[in-house]
């Protein structure tokens, strides 16, 4: 492990790279060194805890919650580590990934601020050659992507951006000695979840507060409270159940949702369901019937009740008009969860700026301009989001088989077998990749998911002495037409939703993770592993294909 430029050689040759060193790469590592198998960890970042390491913005929380977002691979961390709230923070949750390190030795084999660029397959050694900016070259049979959904943060491509005289901040690359805001005139861009988390934050320390708003998004309250030792033993006192249950639910979350329709109840009752589910909190709120994302006649009903607490929670009429979303069904794009974030607009120093339909004009030196107003700013947060899915792995120079980019493979929009290879691109894993429930589901357990199935499938090659796997281009084109067909069947692909590419000029508009259910899913994946590997070709060292398709 190093951090700094004297930092220990990286091995010229092991079993496996892994790229990122969040959960999944902090878990992948563990696995492997179960196996007996020797791997490096590569990460641009100074310590592990991915997503919890870069955005340190304030207020960002964790939406599902703690006791459920966490690793459940190891009985002694889960009944070790303590949670402080029932919502953790973002400080807590870094710290989570620091004590999990800590206990399993992972920083050992791991390279901080080191950046992977390349990484190129040899079809004759079925090996992979990666690179780094660091100048590392690494010979790897197993190359492993854990380089997160929501890693590869972006800045909007406005005009004048480079010549604002005060600071920018993206929340995805967030200082680590923190932003002062006191007395500052301070810009938001951006309105989604981080943007919906940090708001009221910055708002309660700056002088002022000016959001420019897109799109306006649905948002339930967290609801986050201290946790209380009853609370947490209720769940560690039955953690195998209750994780064994969260495993096979849609979205790998315990919510305790309702099986019936929007539409099966009276008015009434429904008013009373959705009343109960804004009362706890949380995402779950869309628990509360089981059709809210496949008919559009029972989402209206879920969307005009949230509508009407924005009403309620915001006293100027005009704002609350703006801040109640009527352009996507609720859901479809990813429902945020806030501590006050409607109320914030209450505030004599919030105001609020709807720059539809033009869109921001340029960054002055001294603020922004939209309308043809120009809004002076000291800070200007962008809380732009990320290039999601695909843009950690098409940043890095991936060649498979032909020299192939998968950058290239990638253009129309990512093509996996299982969200967990893609053809032409052997011994090469993806965790959560796009084809996958991943950004849909509790990650935790679609990360545990994902790293058991690779370990699983590492243990079976070592076995039988073979030393490559490939997804076949008919298993590929299958699972890809399967992934679209049930996006289709929801209201999903109705929204401009990262989920879709849509917040990336140029991206192919395609519902890039796998609505089928984490616990449907599961089982999928599971009964093609148990059936030789169905639809993936593994081959012996220099050996014709020997199984499966
Ligand atoms: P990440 O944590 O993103 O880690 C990937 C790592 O790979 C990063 O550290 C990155 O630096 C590194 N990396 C990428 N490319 C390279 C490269 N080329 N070279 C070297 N290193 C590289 N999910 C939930 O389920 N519940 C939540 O409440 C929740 N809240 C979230 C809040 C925020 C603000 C964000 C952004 C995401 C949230 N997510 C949440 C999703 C979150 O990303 C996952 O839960 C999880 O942390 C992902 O872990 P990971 O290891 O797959 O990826
Ligand atoms: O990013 P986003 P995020 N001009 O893409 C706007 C997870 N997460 O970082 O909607 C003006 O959602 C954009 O507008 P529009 C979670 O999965 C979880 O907030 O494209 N505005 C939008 O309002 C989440 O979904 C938590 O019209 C521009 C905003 O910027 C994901 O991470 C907390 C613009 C971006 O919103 C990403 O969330 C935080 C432009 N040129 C994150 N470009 C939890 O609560 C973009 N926007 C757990």
New binding site residues.
Partial sequence: MSTNSARPPVPAQVDAVI????????YMLHRLRGLGLSAVV????TDV???????RYPG?????ESMQ?SYSFSPEIQQEWRWPETFSA?PDILRYAGFVADKLDLRRDMWFE????EATFDPASHRWTVR?DRGDVVSARYCVM???????ARLPDLPGIDDFQGATYH??WWPHEGVDFTGKRVAVIGTG??AIQSIPVIAAEAAEVTVFQRTPNFSIPSRNVPMTDEYEQSWKSVYPERRAAARMTRN?VLADPNDFSALSVSEEERQRIYEDRWRRGGTTFMAAFNDLIVDKAANDTAAAFVRSKIRDMVKDPRTAELLAPTSHPIGTKRICVDTAYFETYNRPNVTLVDIRPAGIERITPQGVLTGGVEYEADIIVFATG?DAMTG?LT??DIRGRDGVALADKWEAGPRTYLGLMSAGFPNLFM??GPGSPS?L????VS?EQHVDWVAGCLAALGERQLDCIEATQAAEDDWVAHVNEVAHKTLYPQAASWYMGANVPGKPRVFMPYIGGVGAYRAICDEIAADGFRGFRLTAPAQAAVAAE
């Fill in positions: 790229v990122g060193a969040g959960f999944g790469g902090m590569f990460d641009t970042a805890g991915g997503t919890w390491y870069w955005n960002a929380r964790c939406d599902v977002y973002q080191t950046k992977v660029t780094t854990a380089t997160g959904c929501l890693s590869a929340t995805g979840s981080s790998g990320f950690a940043r890095i965790i959560t950004v589901s509790n990650m935790m990360i």
